[in-house]
């Protein structure tokens, strides 16, 4: 029972980056809750048949301080909501891990292929989603491309980039795990489509780290296999570079049919050359029996190999760099400190510690970031993620969780070396230095984008730290008495809330695709629905404010549109309760209290919302718009003075970014001149009354 849950969980982790790579709420939070599933019934097997659990003691330590920490981040928690969501994350990526411990820690080898063949496969599939993709012949596979850039079921280049290159890694290990000719043979096939979608995702940042991996492992590699795996590399790499151009020319052709011969034939040019590589190791495996030449002869025919290959590189450079299309060549030259991607990363790195510094001890909460980035921002720009996952832990759950979590990757970095250090073994020195090429690929290119977002990533790299724990070293025993049910309790929990996410994700989905068809009755239903499983989602209460908004606006019943206007109203306050700094339920609050004319209330969150967002321009036309509609009020009113006051701020209004406010300024300069000349004839007549007065 429990090697079939186990087998089930692995499965599942290999298959979710085809799920938009769990990104999105609706697939995170169904995958976790079906993974949770599979541990509480794994907790209820080792509890009924009376077995302890096992784990990592420091992995225990620093999971349990993990999970602490975004617990108490709820303290400064600008989205309680979306921290409660990180905590249930995190806390489902701990349980899992704890389950594969127990049932792996004395089968290593069983748990590596259980880990790599599947994410193998499932990442073969994922490359030929993604390469089909650019011939445009499928419509539903568009939003898998960026400007001609592959992003494979991801939607998203850069990490699709690095998931290729870890599966590549993975294909490696496998055909000298397996050790057999026909699995080479057909992996070096499968390891030429993955090298064209890595290649055509034109990552920079996937192609420094993802080939400086792949170097790696060749370096580490175990004794004798050095040259086996170089060799079997080659072959995938030769028909992948040659096809490369030729398949980007396939863009946007709507010929599915060519790309797929070209495919065809790379895949069968590898596995050639893979038969080829076969046939001269078989034939030099001969000679080397029959000759045994002496040992320092074979480290000078290596060493002279090595050398004919670097020299080869260095000669056929203009060739090889010729074999890539010129949009990624491009890409390259233009890459510099001043270049978008490299500079706008930077100012993330800058914004986060700025957030740091103000909440270094518990963190902003998770999700923290998403709002929070407006207001510190020197330049506008929109990023759901700070594209530095060490720095996103560090926002969200401050110094403890930040300690926790790099701790755990040096902790499991530190254990791969040392097991490649002291392990002679051939079968678990292959392993380790698969593991450690594909773990270091991860978690370094995780530095500069937010590959850990996914939560398809994020349980692939804890497999791997599982993985990468010793079998016994640091091992202890957890009594099953209250272990086995304390974890069956919080797998219990895990169900229930990823559970309601997901269902109230789906119902949201549905709502979003009938608002796109513009059939806004069942749409609203199902928002209401939506907002009904999950009370506190600061969006669905968004939404929902928008289709009132959209109602009131068209209704023709005086009645009717006041009731929609208030429901509209509660609705959007419901959503800034919830979450605050959300620029855009400012502004939708912001337009509907100048529907109801309300501009004094319109006027108060019309600063705030400069306030949170100072670097967006239309903020200051809301300002501006709002200073001008709230002195009108007031001037009607006869509350001169305070209409002065702010026609005086809109005329003063000096925006940190280039925005059009003249229409603006020049009505509330007029309205001000008019308001002085009014009273300054008031005050004329006032004080002839008075000298009538005295003399009458």
């Known amino acids: 029972?429990?090697?079939?849950?186990?087998?089930?969980?692995?499965?599942?982790?290999?298959?979710?980056?085809?799920?938009?790579?769990?990104?999105?709420?609706?697939?995170?939070?169904?995958?976790?809750?079906?993974?949770?599933?599979?541990?509480?019934?794994?907790?209820?097997?080792?509890?009924?048949?009376?077995?302890?659990?096992?784990y990592n003691k420091w992995l225990l330590i620093f999971g349990a301080l993990l999970i602490l920490a975004y617990g108490l981040a709820f303290i400064n928690s600008v989205n309680p909501r979306g921290n409660l969501e990180v905590l249930m994350h995190v806390t489902g990526y701990f349980v899992f891990a704890?389950?594969?411990?127990?049932?792996?820690?004395?089968?290593?080898?069983?748990?590596?292929?259980?880990?790599?063949?599947?994410?193998v496969m499932s990442a073969f599939i994922n490359a030929l989603i993604a390469l089909q993709a650019i011939t445009g012949a499928f419509r539903f596979l568009n939003d898998t491309l960026n400007n001609r850039r592959i992003g494979g079921t991801f939607q998203y280049a850069n990490t699709a980039a690095v998931y290729y290159i870890m599966a590549i890694i993975f294909s490696l290990t496998l055909m000298y795990l397996w050790d057999k000719p026909v699995y080479r043979i057909l992996l070096s096939g499968v390891n030429t489509i993955l090298l064209l979608a890595m290649l055509l995702t034109r990552s920079r940042g996937g192609y420094i780290v993802g080939f400086s991996a792949i170097f790696l492992f060749f370096i580490i590699q175990a004794k004798g296999y050095r040259f086996k795996t170089f060799g079997s590399f080659f072959c995938s790499a030769v028909p992948a570079f040659l096809f490369m151009q030729k398949v980007s020319d396939q863009t946007a052709s709507r010929d599915a049919k060519t790309l797929t011969k070209l495919l065809i034939i790379s895949f069968m040019a590898a596995v050639l050359l893979a038969i080829l590589q076969e046939s001269v190791i078989l034939l030099f495996s001969k000679i080397m029996k029959k000759h045994s030449p002496p040992k320092a002869l074979s480290r000078i025919i290596q060493f002279l190999a090595v050398c004919l290959i670097i020299a080869s590189i260095f000669l056929l450079w203009d060739r090889i760099i010729a074999l890539f299309p010129e949009n990624i060549i491009d890409r390259f030259l233009k890459m510099n400190m001043s270049e978008r991607s490299v500079y706008i990363r930077t100012e993330f790195f800058q914004d986060a510690f700025k957030l740091i510094s103000k909440n270094w001890l518990f963190g902003v909460g998770g999700g923290g970031w998403e709002v929070l980035h407006y207001g510190v921002q020197e330049s506008y720009y929109i990023s759901r993620a700070v594209h530095n996952h060490y720095l996103e832990v560090f926002v969200g759950s401050g110094i403890f969780g930040f300690l926790a979590f790099t701790s755990t990757?040096?902790?499991?970095?530190?254990?791969?070396?040392?097991?490649?250090?002291?392990n002679d073994n051939s079968q678990k020195r292959i392993v380790l230095a698969g593991l450690l090429s594909g773990f270091i690929a991860l978690v370094v290119h995780s530095v500069i984008d937010f590959d850990l977002s996914f939560v398809s990533m994020a349980l692939l790299l804890w497999a791997m730290i599982v993985l990468a724990a010793p079998d016994t070293k640091h091992r202890i025993k957890v009594k099953n008495s209250w272990a086995a049910p304390l974890f069956s309790i919080i797998a219990a929990i895990l169900i229930l809330v990823n559970a309601i996410y997901a269902l109230a994700a789906f119902n949201a989905k549905k709502g979003l695709d009938l608002t796109l068809k513009n059939e806004f009755h069942a749409a609203l239903s199902c928002y209401e629905e939506a907002l009904r499983l999950d009370p506190h989602n600061y969006r669905y209460s968004y939404e929902?404010?928008?289709?009132?908004?959209?109602?009131?606006?068209?209704?023709?019943?005086?009645?009717?549109?006041?009731?929609?206007?208030?429901?509209?109203?509660?609705?959007?306050?419901?959503?800034?309760?919830?979450?605050?700094?959300?620029?855009?339920?400012?502004?939708?609050?912001?337009?509907?209290?100048?529907?109801?004319?309300?501009?004094?209330?319109?006027?108060?969150?019309?600063?705030?919302?400069?306030?949170?967002?100072?670097?967006?321009?239309?903020?200051?036309?809301?300002?501006?718009?709002?200073?001008?509609?709230?002195?009108?009020?007031?001037?009607?009113?006869?509350?001169?003075?305070?209409?002065?006051?702010?026609?005086?701020?809109?005329?003063?209004?000096?925006?940190?970014?280039?925005?059009?406010?003249?229409?603006?300024?020049?009505e509330a300069s007029e309205l001000l001149i008019a308001n002085l000349q009014s009273n300054s004839q008031i005050f004329n007549l006032l004080i002839a009354y008075k000298c009538y007065a005295m003399y009458n």
């Open 1 to 54: 029972m429990k090697k079939i849950i186990v087998t089930l969980m692995m499965l599942i982790t290999a298959v979710s980056p085809l799920f938009r790579g769990l990104f999105f709420t609706l697939e995170a939070s169904a995958f976790l809750a079906v993974l949770a599933l599979l541990s509480f019934i794994y907790f209820i097997t080792k509890f009924t048949d009376k077995e302890d659990i096992f």
């Open 409 to 422: 990757i040096i902790l499991s970095f530190f254990y791969i070396l040392r097991g490649i250090l002291r």
């Open 544 to 666: 929902l404010g928008k289709l009132y908004r959209l109602f009131a606006d068209v209704s023709k019943n005086n009645k009717n549109k006041e009731v929609l206007y208030d429901a509209a109203l509660n609705m959007t306050k419901r959503s800034i309760s919830q979450n605050p700094y959300l620029p855009e339920s400012n502004r939708l609050l912001i337009e509907l209290y100048n529907s109801l004319d309300m501009p004094i209330e319109a006027l108060e969150y019309a600063v705030k919302v400069v306030s949170y967002q100072p670097y967006y321009d239309m903020n200051y036309k809301i300002l501006a718009r709002s200073y001008v509609k709230a002195a009108k009020y007031y001037i009607g009113n006869s509350n001169y003075r305070t209409a002065n006051e702010l026609l005086k701020k809109c005329i003063d209004l000096k925006p940190p970014v280039k925005v059009d406010l003249k229409d603006y300024k020049e």
């Open 98 to 119: 704890i389950v594969l411990y127990d049932y792996y820690q004395d089968k290593k080898k069983e748990f590596s292929i259980a880990l790599m063949a599947p994410v």
